[in-house]
């Protein structure tokens, strides 16, 4: 484990990450004609900017897109196993940002991660957190919303948030992260919330999350929408993962996939593009919908349409598509 | 029903089947090119050609082929369903061939139309039959060996061919044909088999029935095997089948492939033309197939393999790839 | 030609007709739970129906649903070409409806049939009208409302339709028609107007017409998009066609399509239902779109999107999946 | 680099080789059947293996499964970059075979890799060489036939191999390695050859060879032709290039194949997987063959059959599937 004002798995990877981001950029032509155009005029000239995505060589693409325009860079990722340590490593050892992210953080190290992302080790006036957040799944901007409202109760009277409040172990190191940085810093979250001039959202869970707070009136600053955008459901969902989930299980498990049995759970356009990716792979693919429309598109393009529980006896692979309850369960699936 | 030295269903199709072998000259270049090379030296001159034949467009730009490189043309159908009335009508109307074909034949009249496409109505010196067979199936050569056969026997002692003797219903029928023409002309096969130079013949059946004749001392003329050429077992098979199989279905039926449950028996060239094509279609397909090595192909494409007995329930559609016998037993299946 | 109370090009169709008809009312459970669920309760009981939509196998067995519910009926087709003339054969001799269509009208025998579909031989009380119309590009629409208007006209001042009045070939015919009945029956498109309850239209063609005349404060009774429905832009658009396509191609030219280069006009619903057709018959397929995400599906897919102009010199087949104006022109395409 | 009777990029890998060894074995369902059947007689107890084969998860389940029949093994890859690290370290760390191999030889590590392999440490009164190789290229062959042939040279007037001889970079590195062991162990080879029960080979290039030198008269052991197995060529080319090809390229470079321009020099058995899966991934996929019917066989599946060069500004990726000169000439191409 590398450390600086970064944190990642081994900066020595560095090289061969600065390698594939040059190919990525060849393949993000939109990044590199805003730099072409915009670069010179540094519109984000000063700007904090604090991302929880995915630390891929995509991402690293991203990141320095950002920083060419301008902006003054901080990193995690929002997902323990997501990261690709040979571009975080590139980002890291060149300077493009602040990185916090490795392949197989526990769940602590990953809200440590999403700490250290969002605080500045230089605060101005204006405190130790970002202008924007660039959010997948939403937890850095959950993190300022707990943050705030805890410093709320700790206000008023005093109160700590209690770890132990809760079952569900994720949100237990949230508060406990929350609650040992709330007595030296009892204005840090309102801080980051006023000066904040916005979120970007671009998934499904977090953009529902978004959506709850901005009815109930809890929302602390503007969030765009990026989730629903054409090209975000049309292309990253179908496209994206007709591309991922085969590259995905082979590097995961180096096992042929011709021939094997596999079942997508749900035939949303992530369902979609990994029911013709697995086809294509050439397994027997079964599909499971509980929509009637979206199952007569399976149908009427080939795939045989079937609860999950009629097929465990002979299935090899099992892709769920959706974090919607009952995606499994009998009636539905 | 059209007749002159020739029997149609309807001449009045001419047009439609000229417009068609239009198209379809421009589709076979190999014909087109024979004609533009060798039709000055018309090789042909003289040589009368029998064929039987599926009577299609595309036959008809063979046996208009044939014509412009010299040949005295008669056809029937090999089968009595394949007939394109349109095509035939073209090839009577304007002389390409003495045709005797049209869709939905009864048996009797698909060997009397044998008889006819084989008897040249101006006998010469050398009889009444052709020099050349163009055979698919190889029913027109039966027809010669079993006339040789007849006669053979009725120049022994009187002996004539008793349709009785057997339960094939389609044999007797042959028989009776020999039997009616054998006292007037006695020696009309024996005639035949003499001039014959040769027989041509494109199905893995009739292939098999000239193997079987050869090895036993049977066969009276030489005879070429088509079937087995590369660009027969290779495009014919997978490519013809492929192009062919959806589209007999939707005129026979004109049903909705997509999302119907399909079962291909047998997975050879046929086989695998017929899978990719239903696949293609949109229907749910699998595969029935006792070859190891042609059932672990169909695996690896993601066709499933199973025996034809446990998807009775669910089938919508059967293909039955192969004549072989056994294709839809439960062992082999 | 055939004739009672009904226009057919061969009455003698009708069994193979029938037999068409009952496979295709397996593939429609809707209708036939319709008949199921409300046929005892006759809910169209004494309706008059008039239909101009394409008088397929499938449209038989949707007729006879709608008469079997209790309906009158008269139908003409909404093309001149697209009659299956065993379907009408089947509905004309089985006393189903009062059918006025065949494959290969002219012009003029459109608008005939047209007319003859609206028109009950039997007037009652409310004129000799329908009481629903079942419309398919909005002809049969049109004709109501331009005779409205002609008799608005005719009233005023007993001016006649000018058929010289314009230069566009089909609406000369239609203002010739509502010219020839106009005096006898100077009232005959109020009465309709009047008596019908609503008409559904199922193209977007028809429906634009619709909403134009609807904004314009101009139509004459209630309408129903059906055109919108899912299962239509997303079934019968993308599947339909995908289906159609080949078939089409297949009986009206009998040319192999593998191998042949194609071009799809559009990647809309239709469009991508078009191109997936001539990929999986192994067509080299590319596709031309000016719009830029559809065109970035299709390369997605695998598609080439080029311009019509820059392939005119290899390709083999043209398909076009809009009426857009424009669809081949330079800028767009 | 770790080191023993073996040498492997990182020993500390073999936790994770062994459980994708684990997922491995429960694909090769031969290789467990064969174990279970033979285990217990020991078919091979004593014989000494050396094998010239990629060292991967696959080729680990196959030494050990050669351990479990009673082989004595000793192990290289036949390529520089091919070998997995995790692979290499759980068979070296567990004793299966003393395994020399690491992604990322050098040509000169690589031969003294093949050395290492085919010299056991604890020679025997036959010598310290096999009595098996299991060869994939013929590079293991090939070294004792070059061997063999220094010696004889050796023997009749003591003449060393000179590497200075040839321009070929790699025979240069053979004949280094051969005469630095030749004063030392001047009968090593011959032993080597005497031993020697037989070779497997499975690669075309590798069986041309065996061929030549059998024709010669230079094949100094019986040899077994894997490669031309229906299961080699029909599956391992066929559909495991389809797997292989995507997987490789995703894991090298990073890079989403959708919409790509691919062209896959060669459509034989190993380019009709890679035209496939490219296709299949999303590419506008070409191909060039010199081949006729190879051609046709593209055409017909809808690939461009076009020259590599009348491609060259557009392509994104070159796939090249033989490694016969010419592949890439203007004629052929």
């Given at each position: 484990m590398a450390q600086g004002d970064y944190r990642v798995a081994d900066i020595s990877l560095a090289d061969f990450g600065r390698r594939e981001i040059e190919l990525a950029e060849y393949e993000m032509p939109g990044l590199m004609k805003t730099v072409e155009e915009y670069g010179a005029a540094q519109p984000l000239k000063g700007a904090r900017i604090a991302g929880s995505l995915h630390m891929t060589i995509q991402t690293a693409v991203l990141i320095e897109t950002l920083k060419k325009l301008g902006g003054d860079i901080r990193w995690c990722s929002c997902?323990?196993?997501?990261?690709q340590d040979h571009a975080a490593a590139a980002i890291a050892r060149d300077g493009s940002a602040a990185v916090f992210a490795w392949k197989g953080e526990t769940l602590e190290e990953y809200w440590e991660c999403t700490m250290n992302a969002i605080t500045w080790t230089n605060p101005d006036a204006k405190g130790d957190?970002?202008?924007?957040i660039v959010d997948d799944g939403g937890d850095m901007t959950l993190l300022v919303h707990e943050g705030w409202k805890a410093e709320n109760a700790y206000a008023k009277d005093g109160t700590l948030p209690d770890p132990s409040s809760t079952d569900n172990a994720e949100f237990k190191i949230v508060l406990t992260i929350i609650k040992r940085t709330l007595p030296q810093q009892p204005d840090k979250w309102h801080k980051v919330a006023a000066r904040m001039k916005g979120v970007s959202e671009e998934t499904t869970t977090g953009v529902h999350r978004l959506y709850t707070m901005s009815n109930a009136g809890e929302l602390l600053f503007p969030a765009i929408?990026?989730?629903?955008s054409v090209t975000k459901s049309k292309f990253d969902n179908l496209y994206g993962c007709k591309h991922s989930l085969p590259d995905g299980i082979c590097r995961a498990t180096d096992v042929m996939l011709a021939g094997k049995r596999a079942v997508i759970c749900g035939y949303g356009d992530v369902g979609k593009g990994c029911a013709f990716a697995m086809k294509a792979a050439g397994c027997v693919t079964t599909v499971t919908e509980c929509d009637p429309i979206c199952a007569l598109q399976a149908a009427m393009e080939g795939f045989q349409v079937k609860t999950l529980e009629s097929q465990l006896d002979t299935l090899d692979i099992v892709i769920t598509?959706?974090?919607?309850?009952?995606?499994?369960c009998g009636v539905c699936s």
């Open positions: 997902n323990i196993f997501s990261t957190g970002p202008d924007l929408n990026v989730n629903d598509t959706t974090g919607n309850k009952g995606a499994f």
